[in-house]
Structure formats: C-alpha cells, structure tokens
C-alpha cells in the first residue's frame, strides 16, 4: 500500500473500523474512504455496486456488521443473522461484478468457531462442531461470509482474505450495557461504581476464560495481512494471553482505583466457557506481531479524557 492507494473502510466508524483508519493514517495514506451506512448501505447490493463502481478501490477493509455482547446476540437473534449475511454477500457479488480488481479483507471473529474446542483454537476448528446458542444467528451469518470469501476466490478469483478476530476493545468502543462487549461493559461500571457510587453487577459466574485484543493491535495486524497475505486460509489474530472474566474485572477495579464487592448475576450466561486463540498462523506471517498488554491497552483507554467522558454519559 502506499499513499495514494485508494483504500475503502466499510464500518469506519465502529471499534475495528476506526481502528484500521487511524493505523492507515499513521502509514500515511491519503486515500481512505469510510462511508457511514447513511452513504452506502450495505444491506442495498444496488447502492454497494454503485459506490464500487463509481470508487473502484485498490482495497477494501470489511469491518462492518451488527454487532453486540452475549446478551444482544441472544436476544436478537435473527437480525444478526440477516444483516451479517446480506452486507458480506452485496459486498462479494458487487465487488465480482464491477470491481473485480480491488483486494478485499474481511474480518470473520473467534467466536464463531464451535463450543467446544482444543484449546487454544487453531482455524482448523471452523465448522468442525455445534455452535454455542447463545450467538448462532451470528455465527452463521459470519461463517457464510467466510465460506463465501473462499468460494468467490475459487469461482471468479477475487482477491479475498479473511481474519478472525478474537474480543477487542478499545477508543471508540459500544458502551452500551444491554449490547455491548464485556470489556467494554466492565470498564463502564467500574467507572459508574466510583463517579457515581453505583453498584457493580457483572454477569454470569466470572469463571470463563476470555481474551482482549486493543482494536489498533488487531488493526495493525489486518493492515499486515491486506500487504502481504494472499490465500483462501484464514488467520486467527489474538493477543496471546487470556484472564477469566474474574481476572480481568480485579484488574479494571484496580486501574480505576474501586475494590467494591461484586455481584455476580447468574440470570445472564457465560457463554462459551473458554475462548483462546491460536496465533500461531499470523506470527508464521507476521513474526514481528507485539500485541500490547491488557493493562496497557486499559491505561490507554482511561487516560483519554473525551473517552472517558463517553463511556460516563
Ligand atoms: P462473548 O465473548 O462472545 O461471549 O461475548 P462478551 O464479550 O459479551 O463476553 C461475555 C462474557 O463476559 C460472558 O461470560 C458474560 O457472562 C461475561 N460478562 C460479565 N459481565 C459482563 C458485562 O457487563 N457485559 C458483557 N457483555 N459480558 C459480561
């Protein structure tokens, strides 16, 4: 990529999206184009080829999709489904017809591997079990974007990748309790716990075992692999480390400075117990990949003011 390469970001404006711009402009590069759904909405195949057509762009990143937590996930299901299939399936016929030319990345995610795995979770487990209910809609939505970036290589030879993602957090994340990631919804009410003297209820038992990738890491890491990764193999992207939910809320309360006593809601799930991912696929690409460590990735986040602010209103 170099600066003039004309570059696309659909979900610019997301965690992962604004992510991958900002690690873009870092590199210098000139030409990004991030249009908010209200420019082009991805779930129109007609407005999608119409924007190729008319930007014909070197690379696409495909950050875009719904969205949310293990409680959005359960409880909307069937749009998850629908919208994670319509916007990657407009986007492989739009690209195949009228901008065959441009490299696409597309960003699958770790949890749409099945329940139960060998841990940590080599990309080999895709499609090799059931899927955890609490996200199925998700999963298979996701899993058809996967399958269709293959198989749009094979038939037509577009230039398709595909990342799997573990759980990110970062600037510009969904704070929103209800929908939002566990990183995300752990920092918000430690937060509320000491600006506001709010109870701190997390959910689930507190046992499973997650990871937590810095959005601009895992961008790091997608820019890599649109420079220098070609094939229908996907790549897992993790941090390399993980902590139980338990763990990882010790380690916010101490950053934030609070050490209330927690509740733990059992009426919400854990989901899948244990989520680790194998990295070893992406260091055999990118050797020089130094994800940063959790706490790092927090002190970032809680000494950016206007985030803060965000995350408290
Ligand atoms: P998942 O990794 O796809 O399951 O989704 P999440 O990022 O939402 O993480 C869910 C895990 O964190 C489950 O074990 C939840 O029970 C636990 N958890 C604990 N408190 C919270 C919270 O406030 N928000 C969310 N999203 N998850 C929480």
Redesign the pocket.
């Known amino acids: 990529m170099d600066k003039d390469s004309k570059t696309l970001i659909f979900g610019g404006s997301g965690l992962l999206g604004s992510a991958v711009k900002r690690v873009l402009y870092t590199k210098g590069l000139e030409n990004v184009l991030a249009p908010r759904s209200k420019e082009v909405n991805l779930l129109e195949k007609a407005e999608v080829k119409k924007y190729l057509n008319k930007e014909k762009p070197e690379y696409i990143f495909m950050t875009a999709g719904l969205v949310g937590?293990?409680?959005g996930?359960s409880t909307r299901p069937a749009d998850f489904l629908y919208e994670n299939s319509m916007m990657i399936l407009n986007l492989l016929e739009s690209a195949r017809e009228v901008s065959p030319n441009s490299k696409i990345l597309y960003t699958g995610s770790n949890?749409i591997y099945p329940k139960e795995n060998p841990q940590p979770i080599k990309e080999g487990r895709l499609m090799a079990g059931k899927l955890e209910d609490?996200?199925k809609g998700y999963a298979v939505a996701k899993i058809l974007g996967v399958v269709g970036c293959e198989l749009y290589r094979k038939q037509y030879g577009l230039d398709v990748i595909c990342a799997m993602p573990t759980?990110l957090y970062g600037l510009n994340d969904n704070y929103d309790?209800e929908n939002?990631?566990?990183?995300a919804?752990?920092i918000k009410?430690f937060l509320l716990a000491k600006e506001k003297g709010k109870e701190i209820i997390?959910?689930?038992t507190?046992n499973?075992i997650?990871e937590a990738l810095y959005s601009e890491d895992c961008a790091d890491a997608l820019v890599y692999l649109m420079e220098n990764y070609s094939s229908d193999e996907i790549v897992n992207i993790g941090p390399g480390f993980h902590y139980s939910?338990k763990e990882f809320a010790e380690i916010i309360g101490r950053e934030i400075g609070i050490d209330s006593k927690i509740k733990w809601d059992s009426s919400?799930?854990?989901?899948?117990f244990e989520?680790r991912t194998d990295i070893e696929r992406l260091k055999s690409i990118y050797p020089d990949f130094k994800p940063r460590s959790f706490i790092e990735g927090l002190r970032n986040i809680l000494s950016n003011e206007k985030e803060v602010k965000k995350i408290l209103s």
């Open positions: 937590g293990i409680v996930n949890c609490t996200n759980n309790l939002g990631h566990m990183i919804g752990l009410k997390l959910w689930g507190g499973p997650r939910i919400k799930p854990d989901g899948t989520k």
